[in-house]
């Protein structure tokens, strides 16, 4: 039963590649009722979600037991207080329970806003504040429970706390409430329109904003997990992700479920490649999708026994070529790049299989006309670097971009600005029409006249055996306005000095032109990151 069918209309080229979806909807459209619960009714025991752990707990779910499991913990809030509009925070890492919660939450009406375990006692408040959450859901884990009971004296808009097993007196016993609670309800009055879901960027510069996305947020993700992860029906897609961030949206939930996919999850705490390659065989995971920095872990172990692997597909950050070429003499499979934002979903990806443009983010997505943008507010042409940008097709709105920036209108108007979103990132558009990313607007190194993406730099310099990890950014010089400063973590088998210093630089100078080159060397124990693994360039450069 290929329920995405009827949300959209697939327009083929004379080849049979798609060259255009549109979602179609009614305006009461609501993943809970429309896609969970027909599977439900429908084909009630069609497996939904694989969840195992690393102590070898192992729970399979069907598409029935979701819809009534989602319909108790509706009950659930209900009986709580909690109605259409109010905001509910999820700290459920990877546990199942994620799941049927943020199903109810959709049947709802009530904004489900996830974040990562890993957030502080000023983190939570910052968001609890901003968003005016009224209930949160935890997992039962000690130190996330004590933040949270700190978090509550700070903040008089958290009425309730719940916890997936019973903790203490601070926070109901939701899987008590849950068993409870009765397995039917009446549809709530809930529209296509209404806003779904509050994602907080992970605030590289300033603080994290909220990113609003309405109810046909998941129908855009038909292209993600169809046309770029591969995902089919009865298959079972795998993608790495923690349950606090969008990327669970992309790939643990909505566009696998309406293709008629499982997803596997697995519920680690420490990332082991080798425990990733056996979840991966054990279950017979059908399509993948991890993080650059899975990846690199992979090839560095020397995963090959991937056989049941369809696609592999990656996103999140540039990957250097060394991984790509490695992955592949490992595995004999490509690794299929793409890109998008919080604010989004897919914007860019390699549809095309057959084509070898390895470390492109690809073409645009069917579903958008994406373009680059110079500074002069031209389109940038073959050869030339602009600003990642979606032009609405025919003015209208685009399913999958978000709605509001929470309580920052001005944000939104200017990322909105001449009617086009602009999303912050350049991209160098070669002769085929393939994106190639260049960096941040914001980290865009301008030296002698030139402007010098990062990222070409960092995987020349990425090369070097002496290199664990990298940044590059720009930094005041008299002569060229920038100069370019490297900053590397060291493997362990090196030792820091200006000998090894000079002879990164040679390595990377004698593998780029010279207005690209590196001027500056410099070893640190670690690079400054977000929590969500993303390096500040802003702290090196006023380091």
Excluded at 48 to 57: I, R
Excluded at 214 to 229: C, E, F, G, R, S
Excluded at 307 to 313: F, P, R
Aim: a negative charge.
């Amino acid at each position: 039963m290929s329920i995405y069918k009827e949300y959209c209309e697939e327009i083929f080229d004379e080849s049979g590649k798609l060259k255009d979806l549109r979602v179609k909807y009614d305006p009461d459209f609501n993943f809970g009722y429309d896609v969970v619960d027909r599977y439900g009714k429908e084909e009630p025991y069609k497996t939904a979600l694989v969840w195992c752990c690393p102590d070898g707990e192992e729970r399979i779910f069907t598409f029935k037991e979701i819809m009534e499991l989602s319909n108790k913990a509706l009950n659930v809030f209900k009986s709580y207080g909690i109605k259409k509009g109010d905001k509910v925070m999820t700290v459920l890492k990877r546990r199942y329970e994620y799941w049927y919660v943020s199903v109810a939450l959709h049947k709802l009406g009530a904004l489900i806003v996830p974040v990562t375990h890993m957030l502080t006692e000023e983190d939570l408040a910052y968001r609890i504040k901003s968003a005016n959450i009224k209930a949160a859901i935890s997992v039962t884990d000690k130190e996330v429970c004590d933040k949270l009971k700190t978090v509550k004296n700070m903040c008089s808009e958290l009425e309730v706390m719940f916890s997936v097993k019973k903790t203490d007196d601070c926070f109901v016993d939701f899987e008590k409430e849950v068993d409870n609670a009765s397995p039917v309800c009446d549809r709530e009055e809930v529209y296509a329109a209404d806003a779904m879901a509050i994602y907080f960027t992970s605030g590289t510069t300033g603080q994290p904003k909220g990113v609003i996305h309405d109810n046909t947020y998941p129908l855009a993700h038909i292209v993600t997990a169809k046309y770029w992860q591969g995902a089919e029906e009865n298959g079972l897609h795998f993608t790495v992700a923690e349950t606090g961030w969008a990327k669970t949206s992309w790939g643990k939930i909505y566009g696998q479920w309406l293709v008629g996919s499982a997803v596997m999850v697995f519920d680690f705490d420490n990332f082991d490649p080798r425990q990733i390659e056996t979840i991966i065989n054990r279950y017979n995971v059908t399509t993948f999708c991890a993080p650059p920095t899975i990846y690199r872990y992979m090839v560095m172990k020397n995963i090959t026994d991937l056989k049941c692997l369809k696609k592999a597909v990656t996103a999140g950050e540039a990957l250097g070529k060394d991984v790509f070429d490695k992955f592949r003499k490992l595995t004999g499979m490509d690794l299929i790049e793409g890109y998008g934002q919080t604010e989004t979903t897919l914007l860019l990806a390699n549809f095309d299989d057959r084509i070898d443009k390895t470390g492109s983010m690809g073409k645009p997505s069917p579903m958008y006309d994406v373009k680059a943008v110079k500074e002069d507010g031209s389109f940038a042409g073959a050869g030339e670097v602009g600003e990642i940008v979606v032009i609405p097709k025919e003015g209208k709105k685009q399913t999958g971009v978000f709605c509001a920036y929470h309580e920052n209108p001005q944000m939104y108007e200017h990322v909105w600005r001449n009617g086009i979103y602009h999303t912050g990132d350049s991209a160098r558009i070669d002769e085929d029409g393939y994106f190639w990313f260049e960096g941040r607007i914001d980290d865009v190194i301008k030296t002698g006249g030139y402007r010098v993406g990062p990222f070409e730099i960092e995987s020349v310099l990425s090369l070097h055996p002496a290199v664990v990890e990298c940044s590059v950014v720009g930094v005041p010089d008299p002569s060229r306005g920038q100069a370019i400063k490297a900053v590397a973590v060291l493997d362990p088998a090196y030792e820091a000095s200006k000998e090894l210093q000079k002879e990164i630089k040679e390595f990377c100078n004698t593998r780029l032109a010279e207005y690209k080159w590196v001027r500056i060397v410099e070893f640190v124990k670690e690079l400054p990151k977000t929590i969500s693994g993303k390096t500040i360039k802003s702290k090196i450069r006023h380091e």
